[in-house]
């Protein structure tokens, strides 16, 4: 099953159980209402609880960490990145260049 659907057949449950002892200790419709949400909601994040242990349990497994692979593929990125870099700020210099020669050129055209 799902976590979420789990979650959510544990919430379903909480519901209908706090409704039933709502309908039973209660006199009024808050009192009703009080027990039917508080219960709700236990039922909700015990659900949540639950999963947590269950997925924390499930989840831990012992594996070797290729080091060396993870560090070519940072190095490769590394790389990538200086190489974009160097790219972008030469791109910034031509536009920088640019602007300069269009402000000069409107100076001689206003002039």
Known sequence: MLAANFVSF??????????IFGLLKSDTAD?????TFLISVFFY???HVIVAF???TL?????????TRHEANLDHIVKEINKREKVIDSA?????VAIK???QDEIKVAA
Not at 10 to 19: A, D, M, P, Y
Not at 31 to 35: A, E, K, N, S, V
């Open 101 to 103: 020669m269009n402000t």
């Open 92 to 96: 910034h210099k031509i536009t920088d």
């Open 59 to 67: 989840a831990v497994r012992t594996y070797n960490f290729a080091k």
């Open 31 to 35: 009192g009703l209402l009080t027990y």
């Open 10 to 19: 544990f919430t379903v449950q909480g519901f209908f159980i706090g409704l």
């Open 54 to 56: 269950y997925f924390r």
């Open 45 to 47: 994040l015990f659900s």
